[in-house]
Structure formats: C-alpha cells, structure tokens
C-alpha cells in the first residue's frame, strides 16, 4: 500500500473533491459508522427533514463515539437522532446538523465553544450521497455531474443500481491511470483494432474518447465508441451507444492514504417511455454484463504493486499528462491552474479515422 507522499502528488494527504460514501436508500434516522479519508465519522438522515447529516465520530467531551452503541437508553428510548440532531450516547450530549452542541441536558451553566464537532457538506443525488472533501476546508470549487439519466426514467431510462465492491488496497492514481492507458484494452477488454483513442484535460476534468472493433460487442463492421470522463478525482461517467444507450458510472472515496473504497453502477435506455418488466430485466442484464468488463480491471488493480512511476513507452498513453493533471486535487487550490496550465488540451495517441472511413466505402 503506498501513501500520496511516496507517488509525490502534493502535500494534501487527500484529495479535494466531490466523493460518493453511500448508498442514498441505506441512510436512515439509526446513525451509522463509517471511515474516509483516514476519519470516524457519523452518517444518519434527521427525523423532522429527511436531510443527510454527516459529522466527526468523536464527542468533544469524553470522545465516544456518537455511532457505535445499541445499549445506551437514548439509543433503547428512540432520542437518538431528535429531531435531525445527534445525541452521545453516553452523557446526552446533543449536536445539530452544523456540529454546534445545542443541549447538555443536565447541566444549567451554558453550553462551551468547544462543544461541537466537524460537520461535512452531503449531498443526496442520483441514489448516492455524495461528500465535499477538501483538506482546506474550502467551499466546492466545481459542481456535481448533472446525471440527467437519473431522471430520464418517463423517456425509458432505468435508474442504476449501486454495486458496493468493497475496498482495493491500493491509492486512487493507479485507478485514475485507467485513463489513459491505451495498451491495456486490447488485452484486458477484448478491443481490436483501435481506431481512435485520445485524452482531454479540461481543468478538472479528464476524458478519454475511444472507438475500435471488439471480439463480441460489435460486428466487423461497425465501431464499439465511448465517451468517458471523470469529474474531479472520485465520479467517472461513461457513454456508450448502440442499440440500448447507457451510461456507467465508477466512484472511487479514500479510506486510508492508500487504500480505496468502489461502486460501480450501470443505467441504461431501454424505451421511448417508462420501462415495463422486460425492460427492468434487459438493463439488469446490461448491468450484469458491464460488471463483468470491470472486473477486468478490478482484478488488476486488486493484486498489483504500486507503481510509483511507469516505465513508459511512447505507445501506452499519455500517463505523464494524467499524473500532472491529479496532482491539482493534492495541493492547495491556489496552485490549481499551474498544473491546468501544463496539461488543458488534447493528447491524440491514436487517429485512424480517415483510414478506416475509406475502408468501409
């Protein structure tokens, strides 16, 4: 497991960005325990709003943990969460969405300044909660994907389901390097025949555009093209075309310097209006299928060495540009458009299109 100091992307242990950490329809008003980027938090949905709340574990006043109990009775008497606010379990103690402490309900002398805890900016979107992460404590500097697809289902767009895959022992760069590594589809994917394949760095954001043959997804004559790009370190979206649009989605969250937690999810068109059974049945199905081609590169990612730096040939992609490019999310934001700078525009590392157009007339 290598740490960010050892690839020596910045002095930011973690990256800045928009991170997803939940499926939206497990987050209820029980809160619950989870770890990123190296810290306990607490993650629960308030009774009186609905709204997702997300807060350091640790109460400032004897540090237990505001999650991990089912014996106290403020957990056995439902006072938990009241009414969207948190209570310790051990002292009652409790904390609003902001983290300020609002009641210490046996004591009449005052409430004291230190008495809150860190509170993160959620967001509940497209079936997921997405964090705001920044080492700074800086507001969002871009925004979210629309994921318009989400709310396409009238126009026969089914929702994704979130695949929870687990933990990689691995830092995020060796997933980001996906990007631009063209030598890798051929042999992993089963692509033939690459026809174009470029990358695009659009501050922060990176895209990758590729169209070549496949052993099984196309016929001879046709082309298999994506469009993927991720938004910020952490949301990658990918566009396929042909006889059933769909839309995939790969997220990537810190839990440890070095180690990542991944959802894969897939949504796809499968009619001009609401889908029926059969529709519901042909995107599981799709879902399924696409699963599978990831778990071609989880495989990789799951029993790799780091790989600090690459020996690279002049073949494999522009891994050098991608590598400046994460870099942003590692440093103070101030120096962001230094590493845009070295890197917005597009890299060709394959353009055959002429060719194969005259082929095909």
């Known amino acids: ?5 050892e690839y020596g992307l910045g002095p930011l242990a973690f990256p800045r960005g928009w991170f997803m950490i939940a499926k939206a329809e497990d987050v209820t008003s029980t809160p619950q325990p989870v770890r990123f980027f190296g810290k306990d938090m607490v993650l ?4 009186a ?9 640790y ?3 004897m540090r237990v943990h505001l999650a991990r109990n089912t014996t106290s009775y403020i957990v056995k008497d439902g006072t938990h969460v009241d009414p969207d606010s948190i209570r310790c379990p051990a002292h009652g103690w409790r904390y609003n969405a902001q983290g300020q402490c609002d009641d210490i309900p046996y004591s009449n002398h005052g409430i004291p300044k230190a008495a809150c805890v860190k509170s993160y900016r959620v967001v509940e979107k497209a079936g997921c909660i997405w964090m705001w992460h920044d080492m700074e ?3 969002p500097d871009y925004d979210l994907p629309v994921f318009a697809e989400w709310d396409g289902e009238e126009q026969g767009w089914v929702r994704w389901r979130l695949d929870h895959l687990g933990t990689l022992p691995i830092h995020p760069q060796e997933i980001l390097d996906n990007m631009t590594d063209l030598a890798h589809f051929n042999p992993v994917h089963g692509s033939t025949d690459i026809v174009y394949f470029e990358n695009e ?8 555009r590729l169209g070549s043959g496949h052993r099984t997804l196309v016929d001879s004559t046709h082309l298999l093209e994506n469009d993927t790009w991720y938004t910020g370190p952490g949301i990658l979206l990918s566009k396929m075309d042909g006889q059933h649009p769909s839309v995939i989605m790969i997220c990537n969250t810190p839990v440890e310097d070095g180690e990542v937690r991944v959802w894969f999810a897939l949504a796809v068109k499968v009619a001009d209006l609401r889908a029926d059974k059969s529709g519901l049945a042909i995107a599981r199905g799709y879902q399924d299928t696409a699963l599978d081609a990831f778990a071609q590169d989880f495989e990789l990612w799951k029993y790799k060495e780091a790989a600090i730096s690459i020996l ?12 400046i490019w994460y870099k942003q999310f590692y440093n103070p934001r101030a120096k962001a458009g230094e590493f845009h700078s070295r890197v917005n ?3 060709v590392s394959v353009d055959r299109r002429t060719a194969a157009r005259g082929r095909a007339a």
């Not at 497991?1 to 100091?5: D, N, R, Y």
């Open 1 to 5: 497991m290598a740490t960010t100091a």
């Open 44 to 47: 629960y949905r308030g009774k």
């Open 49 to 57: 709003t609905g709204k997702i709340v997300l807060l350091n574990a």
């Open 59 to 61: 109460c400032p006043h």
């Open 137 to 139: 404590n800086g507001e």
């Open 201 to 208: 760095f659009r501050d922060h954001v990176i895209m990758q």
């Open 312 to 323: 690279q040939v002049p073949d494999d992609g522009p891994f050098h540009k991608e590598r």
């Open 345 to 347: 525009g597009v890299h």
